[in-house]
């Protein structure tokens, strides 16, 4: 039996539903507060557990956990109320011109990062100057400064920014932008033209967080300084893609490798791999350690401690929020000595995520992050029954010359090659329905670039290390760095420049996906039974359909037909012919 996946499946559900059912809050807590009740009953009753009698419990709390991230009532005095439309800058020290529609305000940073030439800083509003007067505010910011801040939390700052609520541009099918900052707390946005027009004016003291990011900025400038490849090594260590070219992004994504770019569960199991390696060549090198500890869960903990370092690292960015949580699931049941099973982990992990940001179901890195490991343990021991074949079953001439080649297939090349698969299986449609691309190349490009990028990683955590021991040591482990980067960089470019190495496609609709996934869980289960036999033939029966419909049905109006998108600074038209065209 597996509860938790239940349980998370109750919760996700709620979570979608609550836009679909308006409940007032007194009906939805008398609901949620019957389906509690009703757990005491069942026990006295002395009936066995059922999954079915818990799930009602957390498909209400889904609903209320998203309600109360989503139905926000601002106070008056918070800085989304206090916007102007226009206005002057009254009585402002930080410059003699005062520009139409700016204010001035008092703040306290809670975060800042560096991208590209820009800065976003996200700030917790204290005052707003009005009339000469400084009047107490409140709520959280996303401050733009077009220039570099090296902004600590916890520092105090005076600017002088454009603010404004945060709004999309009214295109259908867009990134909901307003959303996804509504749902992190953020009402109000802000532009600030000029440094000069950010200043620091003190600090309320250092705290963890502060030093963290001091820690994160010191790697920052270590690599950027020493470091021809900084953009991509900042990337791979401290979750900085300020520094990747546009040239370089795309090559990634043409060749489904920009997750190498993305801290997220490859870079944890290679840092939490490594460390692990590390603990045990050195226990194994003393008889008595052997002996007085259990060598295996000590390099389990030191596995786990260098994990939640680099996390923290990274600045725990959402991605690496999900792997950590997994991998700490899993050396937990392993230092608790209990088996763990792998749906359960993950049912827990994504349980602990959503219980904090329910928000998080609606992130890409979410769905891509669970998709992929979900697919991994389920395919690749599918996979392996297929591909591997017993040695009992077939007569080796050979077997002594072929012995080291079947282990290097079976035990290195085989698996990253079915885990690779996996993986693009489970996020292919999802891929597709967020960015309208699959990349036909990936499953050689990721097979070639990911070791070289975890030779990368490695050796740049170690350089980064050193350089707060002895620089000149930390810089000489930069130069291999540096060679294994370049070689990445051609491996992807020679993936990306091949033809079709990547293809738009549409954006699919759920009910497609949906089908996409059943389908590959029908063909994988095919020998297990004659009714997945009849379900995959219907199911490709009403895919290719839905695939003939598509292709040959009419235009769907019979007249011209000019839609206006909005691109920010102008305005785009999209003219459809009743031909078709467009």
Same mark, same amino acid.
């Given at each position: ?19 679909? =059912? ?9 609901? /949620?507060?019957? +389906? ?34 989503? #139905? ?44 590209? $030439? ?27 400064? #077009? ?21 999309? =541009? ?33 600090? #309320? ?46 090559? /990634? ?52 401690? +260098? ?36 749906? #359960?982990?993950?049912? =827990?992990?994504? %349980?602990?995520?959503?219980?904090? $940001? ?62 690779? %698969? ?45 350089? /707060? ?24 470019? =020679? ?13 699919? $609709?759920?009910?497609?996906? +949906?089908? /996409? ?66």
């Amino acid at each position: 039996m597996r509860p938790l996946v239940y349980i998370l499946f109750a919760y996700v559900a709620g979570i979608l539903s609550a836009s679909l =059912f308006a409940l007032a809050p007194a009906l939805l807590y008398l609901l /949620f507060s019957i +389906s509690v009740l009703i757990l005491p009953v069942f026990y006295l009753l002395k009936r066995p557990f059922k999954p079915a009698i818990i799930m009602p419990c957390f498909f209400f709390l889904g609903i209320i956990a998203i309600n109360a991230r989503t #139905n926000i009532e601002l106070p008056p005095d918070h800085i989304a109320n206090l916007i102007r439309a226009s206005g002057s800058v009254e009585d402002s020290s930080l410059v003699r011109l005062k520009p139409d529609g700016y204010e001035d305000i008092k703040c306290v940073v809670l975060t800042s990062e560096i991208i590209g $030439t820009r800065s976003r800083v996200l700030v917790d509003v204290k005052q707003i100057s009005r009339n000469g007067r400084w009047k107490d505010a409140t709520g959280k910011t996303l401050i733009t400064v #077009n220039g570099k801040i090296e902004a600590l939390p916890n520092d105090t700052v005076r600017i002088l920014a454009r603010l404004y609520k945060p709004e999309n =541009f009214g295109n259908p099918g867009e990134y909901d932008y307003k959303s996804h900052l509504n749902m992190s707390g953020i009402f109000a946005v802000g532009y600030v033209k000029s440094p000069s027009y950010f200043i620091i004016t003190g600090s #309320n003291g250092r705290s963890i967080t502060s030093f963290i990011a001091q820690t994160r900025s010191t790697v920052r400038r270590f690599l950027t300084d020493n470091s021809k490849e900084h953009g991509v090594l900042n990337a791979l260590v401290i979750a900085d893609k300020g520094g990747l070219s546009r040239k370089t992004r795309a090559a /990634f994504a043409a060749t489904g490798t920009s997750h190498i770019l993305s801290i997220s569960g490859l870079h944890i199991a290679i840092v939490g791999g490594f460390f692990y390696a590390v603990a045990m060549f050195f226990l194994k090198r003393a008889e008595y350690t052997l002996l007085a500890v259990n060598a295996k869960k000590v390099a389990v903990g030191a596995a786990l401690i +260098s994990i939640l370092i680099y996390a923290t690292m990274a600045d725990f960015p959402y991605a690496t929020q999900r792997a950590a949580g997994m991998a700490l699931v899993i050396a937990l049941s392993l230092l608790m000595a209990r088996g763990h099973d792998i749906y #359960n982990s993950l049912a =827990f992990a994504a %349980l602990a995520i959503l219980a904090w $940001t329910p928000t998080a179901l609606r992130e890409i890195s979410f769905q891509l992050t669970f998709a992929a490991v979900l697919a991994i343990a389920y395919l690749v021991p599918r996979l392996t029954e297929i591909f591997v074949q017993k040695d009992a079953d077939k007569e080796l001439k050979n077997l002594k010359e072929r012995s080291a080649m079947d282990r290097f297939y079976k035990n290195r090349l085989l698996p990253a090659i079915l885990v690779t %698969l996996s993986s693009s299986i489970g996020v292919s449609p999802i891929l597709a329905y967020h960015f309208h691309r699959v990349a036909l190349t990936g499953l050689l490009a990721n097979l070639i670039a990911i070791p070289i990028s975890a030779c990368i990683l490695v050796l740049t955590l170690l350089s980064s290390a050193l350089s /707060f021991l002895y620089e000149p040591i930390a810089v000489i482990l930069l130069y291999p760095t540096d060679l294994l980067t370049m070689g990445l960089s051609v491996v992807i470019s =020679f993936f990306a420049s091949l033809p079709f190495s990547s293809v738009w496609v549409s954006t699919p $609709t759920l009910t497609e996906l +949906s089908l /996409f996934y059943m389908i590959c869980y029908v063909a994988f289960n095919f020998n297990r039974g004659r009714y997945y036999r009849y379900a995959l033939i219907l199911l490709i029966t009403i895919a290719v359909t839905d695939v003939i419909y598509l292709t040959a049905r009419p235009a769907a109006h019979a007249r011209l037909i000019v839609d206006y998108l909005s691109v920010g600074q102008g305005e785009s038209e999209l003219i459809r012919f009743p031909n078709g065209q467009t």
